[in-house]
Every structure is written in C-alpha cells, then in structure tokens.
C-alpha cells in the first residue's frame, strides 16, 4: 500500500549537483516517529546510508561522505528530496530512499531505485 518513487536525471555532469525527489504514497512523511532515508549502492559495492530527514524535519548526515549532501522535504507534495553538489565519478551508483518508522537497514519501505551516473 505504501509506495515509495525516485525521480531525477540519470546523468549528471562532473562539477554539477545531484537532485532527486522521492514521492511517498500512502502514509505521511510527518507521521510521528517516521525517518525518511537515502542510500546509495556504487557498483560492485554494498549499500551506503548518506542521509535522513525525520518526521519533524530535522536532518543527520553520513559523516563518512567526502561531500556533505542536504536533504529536503515538501509536505504539501508529501516528497523528500536530495541534493549533492560538486559530484564527480565516484558518486555513480543507484540511489535509494527508504522509509518508515524502522532503522538502518531495517526500513518498512524502499523505492525502487534509480541509476545516477555522473560523466562527461
């Protein structure tokens, strides 16, 4: 019933910013006790948390990630997004948000993911 969906362009120039939106359906992001995540997954490699926005709009961040990224979010539209500046090469992977009121890895809902490369 719950359905999560990335959207954004699949390829990205180097220098550029990254920008995907995930659009929840059927439950509401600022649902009390509900954290709305990002993942990346590069290829060839494991799944990678970058990033959360809590049903009250506070935001953590991954402190492993050479670029800081900011997550977002539209309540009105009921989506969260995702913002990477200065992206090079290595930031290539399929992206992932996910949700619910679970933690890592345990989230009740996942999007099904979207390729992001970034080349010239």
């Known amino acids: 019933q719950v359905q999560l969906q990335e959207s954004g362009p699949g390829l990205v120039k180097p220098s550029q910013t990254l920008s995907l939106t995930c659009t929840v359906s059927g439950a509401s992001i600022t649902t009390t006790y509900y954290f709305w995540n990002w993942i990346r997954q590069p290829p060839g490699k494991g799944l990678e948390w970058m990033g959360v926005?809590?049903?009250?709009?506070?935001?953590y961040y991954s402190p492993s990630l050479k670029s800081l990224p900011s997550i977002s979010r539209d309540t009105s539209k009921n989506q969260f997004s995702l913002q990477l500046s200065s992206v090079t090469p290595e930031d290539t992977a399929v992206y992932y948000c996910a949700g619910g009121r679970g933690n890592w890895p345990r989230y009740d809902y996942w999007g099904q993911g979207t390729q992001v490369t970034v080349s010239s």
């Open positions: 926005i809590r049903y009250d709009g506070t935001t």
